[in-house]
Each structure stands twice: as C-alpha cells, then as structure tokens.
C-alpha cells in the first residue's frame, strides 16, 4: 500500500494523541461488545504509544489478553464524493477495529501497517461525530511474530484463573498502537500502488515502475533533487488487474549511498489522482567476503537494537 501523502487531490487526518483506554482485566469485551456503545471508565492515554510502558503497578504491566482505545473524529463536509481510507502504522499485535461500532478490519502482526475503506461506511451514515473503537490483544502464539504461548497453572498457590505470557526471546512484550493512525482521502478512482524498480547500465540508469491504479494514468515523470525534470513518459498500455508498466531512463545518475542517500521522485498524474513516490538508484552484490553497495564494501553496524535499549 502507499504510505499517505497530501497534494492538491489528496488529504491526511492525523488520529494520533490522547485516546480514550481501558484495560480488559477479565478478557470479556468482546464478548460483552464494548464497541456498541462509548468506552466506559477509561484513562487518557497516548497514541502512539506503548501503553506497558506507561503504568507502574504489576497487574496493569503484565497484562495477558485485550485492552481497548476509543476516540471520535470529524469528516469535513469537503471529503464528500471522496474515498476515504483509515490507515493504522502497526498495532501489536492483534487487533480488531470498530467504527460506529462496525467492524471495519481485523489484522494480526505487530509491525506492519493495515487499512479499511471506510468511504461506504461514512457515506451512510448522519452522525457528525464517528467513534473509532480498536480492541488490541498482546497475546503471542504459535502463529504470530514473535511467537509466545500463554502458559494456565491451577492447583494449590495458584489464584483461580491464573495465567502468563511465556515468551522466547530477549526481549519485553511491548504492546499497543505503536505507530500513527491517519485517515486519507483519495479521489474514487485512485492510484493504487506503484512499485519501481532501477538498473544501472554504465554511464545510465534504466527506471521501471509498474502502477496499479483504477484510474487512467496520463504521465509519468522523473524529477532530481534540484527539481528537474529528468523524464517523462506515457503508459503504452495496460495489463491485467489495473497494471501499468513504465520505463525511462537517467542519463548519470547519482546513485544512492549509506550516509548519502540521494533521492529521485517519480510523479505520476492520473486523470483524477496523482502520487509523488521517492526512490534511489543503487546496485547491491554479495560476494563470498563482503556486501558490496555501489561496487564498494560495506560494513554493517548498529542493526537490531531493541527498543528498551539503553544505547
């Protein structure tokens, strides 16, 4: 999916700040449907956010199983006749998402983003003010990443029901809405995706840039860092499931380097939509002694630092 972006047919409400936040202690809201109805005795709370990471007693820290976020937003009068996508960055690790107490999405994983069309939903609907419910488990299975099982002890010195997380790496269980919640518009016949892909050929670059799109795409476009127009280039026709496939050409380019990363943007306009996406020309090769970028080894540090860590 493309990250959202704002341009002259494009806009981003920003959902990110104080939410309404209950912890579910006995796991019985999506039974009992929370989401009908305004979260009841909840706590403000941070978006985004690890929620784990902002309480101090142990009950509240090392909870197994849901908690709950609610807000409410406002859909301008201008967003009519628009479609209108809500758009969370990650949320860990699996989640259920409500608006107006429909159910608009569910996802599993922790750390990728997912979205909803929610254009039929607000056009239907007379309400001025929309409330956005999300149930969020932190429970690790066998089926998610990381994975985790929860271990249930019965017998004398356990509390009835007593349970815990057992996990399997080095690391907290940090949970919650960990990446910002937009809602963005496009125009009803859209740009779907775009995925490019560079070659380097000696002194050019060969840019290939395959776009899907429910609308009719008039021109595409390659533009430097200074703002210049290096190409530009029509579709010659399209294929199967809405795609598109475009190639151009930059005459010495500047390619992509750690610490130096130069980056073109490919423009393309459509007939109702338009995106703007940035690439970077490089070549990558692994040898048997080294990761060579750009021809030239490279020597990888600071990967895979955990968040809690101190450095």
């Not at 899907?212 to 290096?230: A, F, P, Y």
Request: net charge negative.
């Amino acid at each position: 999916m493309l990250y959202p972006i704002e341009n002259k047919v494009r806009e981003v409400k920003n959902l990110n700040g104080i939410w309404n936040f209950k912890i579910d202690y006995d796991n019985v809201g999506i039974e009992e449907c929370w989401q009908k109805g305004p979260l009841k005795e909840g706590i403000p709370m941070a978006v985004p956010a690890s929620y784990n990471d902002l309480f101090t007693e142990e009950k509240d820290k090392e909870h197994v199983g849901y908690v709950w976020y609610e807000r409410t937003f406002v859909i301008p009068d201008s967003w009519n006749g628009q479609r209108m996508v809500l758009r969370f960055g990650s949320a860990t690790h699996h989640a259920v998402v409500w608006v107006d107490g429909v159910e608009v999405v569910r996802h599993k994983g922790g750390f990728l983003p997912f979205e909803a069309d929610i254009t039929e939903l607000m056009e239907q609907s007379d309400l001025e003010e929309h409330r956005l419910t999300v149930a969020l488990s932190n429970v690790l299975d066998w089926t998610c990443i990381p994975c985790g099982e929860v271990i249930h002890k019965e017998g004398p010195g356990y509390p009835e029901g007593f349970h815990y997380q057992e996990t399997y790496f080095d690391f907290y269980n940090y949970a919650g809405i960990h990446r910002p919640v937009k809602i963005y518009t496009t125009p009803k016949k859209y740009i779907e995706d775009i995925v490019i892909k560079t070659e380097v050929k000696g002194d050019r670059a060969v840019v290939k840039a395959m776009i899907t799109s429910t609308d009719t795409i008039d021109m595409v476009q390659i533009i430097d860092e200074q703002g210049n127009m290096l190409s530009e280039k029509a579709p010659e026709g399209w294929m199967d499931d809405n795609q598109c496939c475009v190639e151009m050409e930059i005459k010495n380019p500047r390619l992509w380097n750690p610490g130096k990363a130069y980056l073109y943007q490919l423009k393309v306009k459509g007939a109702w939509d338009s995106y703007t996406e940035e690439f970077g020309i490089r070549t990558i090769e692994v040898t048997d002694k080294a990761f060579l970028i750009n021809g030239k080894a490279f020597y990888f540090q600071g990967f895979g630092k955990h968040e809690d860590s101190e450095v």
